[in-house]
């Protein structure tokens, strides 16, 4: 199949267009480079065998989409392209709904005019804000984020859900990530945020590579077993499966659906922090501090509703997820020497 990849070439979206690969569909990665640079499509081509096709271009660009969609004869679209960093969103809530709003109500008119029909969207377990109860499910209620960026994926749920009503041929599957983590084995594409990392993970593996000193953890007084926040992390590939299995079930039904993405267990910054010495055999030094604002205590998921409608179930566990984002890391921290030793 040919499936357009807003935000292709990104973390998340490159992991599924090598999964992607794999499987013989034939994904097209639209991106306007913000968050991610050209040599992504190289490294893709050194895991699958296959340079993807590459478009550059933003979501607001209405025109270049309905050209990418009609050129490409693109079947399904899967909307990864926004921006995410909570701090940020908070400091430049403008941006945000220009980017994922606008952005997303482009891409649905651009899918309108050319006839496209079945949208995968990047949605996120903030979407639940303070659970009331976990595990959490797709039916729980929704409707309490804390900041510009999880109400910009709430609202991207209830434009599509609004769109489903009126529009009865379209699907529009959204998927509500919870934590995604890791790497591809091969250490050649993950998680590279510019600057310093907001996300717990990359800033793990940069202490432990010497790259920052210590680890601030945000909270040791939460009502969890060590105090400290618990997420439910999953291995971006096993989210970048999860893609891959909801494909033929948006090309198969229509309307809308929520469907989570996680392990369905819960692991504190403490464990992560154990699993990530033992896995990278490096010591991560860290001091915990206040609790960092509008972070919750624990969230994991119940994901069975992924396996009844796709038959997909996370496979890779907290050391798996560890193992490959250190590899990432080593990689990463070499490359980033030799560059400077060229320089
Ligand atoms: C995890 C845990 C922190 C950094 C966010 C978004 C979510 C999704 C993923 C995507 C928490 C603690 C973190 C650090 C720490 N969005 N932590 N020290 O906040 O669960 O989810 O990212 O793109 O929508 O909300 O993820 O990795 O930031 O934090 O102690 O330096 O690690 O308090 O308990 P979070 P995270």
């Given at each position: 199949m040919r499936v357009l990849l807003?935000?292709?070439?990104?973390?998340?979206?490159?992991?599924?267009?090598?999964?992607?690969?794999?499987?013989?569909?034939?994904p097209v990665l639209y991106d306007n480079l913000s968050n991610a640079d050209l040599g992504v499509a190289k490294r893709i081509a050194a895991i699958t065998g296959k340079t993807p096709k590459f478009i550059e271009g933003d979501i607001r660009d209405e025109e270049r989409l309905e050209r990418a969609l009609r050129d490409e004869s693109i079947e399904a679209v899967i909307h990864f392209a926004g921006l995410k960093a909570v701090?940020?969103?908070?400091?430049?809530?403008?941006e945000y709904y220009d980017n994922n709003l606008i952005g997303t109500i482009r891409l649905l008119e651009a899918m309108k005019k050319t006839g496209v029909r079945r949208l995968?969207?990047?949605?996120?377990?903030?979407?639940y804000g303070t659970p009331k109860r976990l595990p959490l499910h797709e039916s729980d209620p929704t409707g309490e984020a804390t900041n510009p960026y999880?109400?910009?994926?709430?609202?991207?749920?209830?434009?599509?859900?609004?769109?489903?009503?009126?529009?009865?041929?379209?699907?529009?599957?959204?998927?509500?990530?919870?934590?995604?983590?890791?790497?591809?084995?091969?250490?050649?594409?993950?998680?590279?945020?510019?600057?310093?990392?907001?996300?717990?993970l990359?800033?793990?593996?940069?202490?432990?590579?010497?790259?920052?000193?210590?680890?601030?953890?945000?909270?040791?007084?939460?009502e969890t077993p060590?105090?400290?926040g618990v997420r439910d992390?999953?291995?971006?590939?096993?989210?970048?499966r999860g893609h891959a299995a909801a494909l033929p079930y948006a090309m198969s039904h229509t309307g809308w659906k929520a469907v989570n993405l996680g392990c369905g267990r819960g692991y504190s910054v403490l464990e992560v922090v154990k699993a990530?010495?033992?896995?990278?055999?490096?010591?991560?030094?860290l001091k915990i501090g206040p609790r960092r604002a509008g972070d919750i205590a624990a969230n994991w998921c119940d994901p069975t509703l992924a396996k009844e409608l796709f038959g997909w179930e996370a496979k890779l566990g907290i050391d798996d997820m560890c193992r490959d984002a250190w590899r990432f890391e080593e990689k990463r921290a070499e490359e980033l020497k030799a560059q400077s030793n060229q320089s």
């Open positions: 807003t935000g292709g070439m990104g973390f998340i979206g490159s992991h599924t267009a090598v999964v992607l690969q794999e499987a013989g569909h034939e701090g940020e969103s908070v400091v430049k809530p403008l995968i969207f990047s949605s996120s377990s903030t979407v999880g109400r910009t994926k709430l609202q991207i749920e209830e434009i599509l859900s609004d769109l489903c009503r009126a529009a009865p041929d379209w699907s529009a599957i959204c998927l509500r990530y919870f934590n995604p983590i890791g790497a591809h084995p091969s250490g050649l594409i993950g998680e590279d945020p510019n600057g310093i990392p907001n996300n717990l990359p800033y793990v593996a940069r202490v432990a590579n010497g790259r920052l000193p210590c680890l601030n953890v945000f909270g040791g007084d939460y060590d105090g400290t992390y999953i291995h971006v590939m096993d989210l970048a990530f010495e033992k896995a990278s055999g490096r010591k991560v030094p």
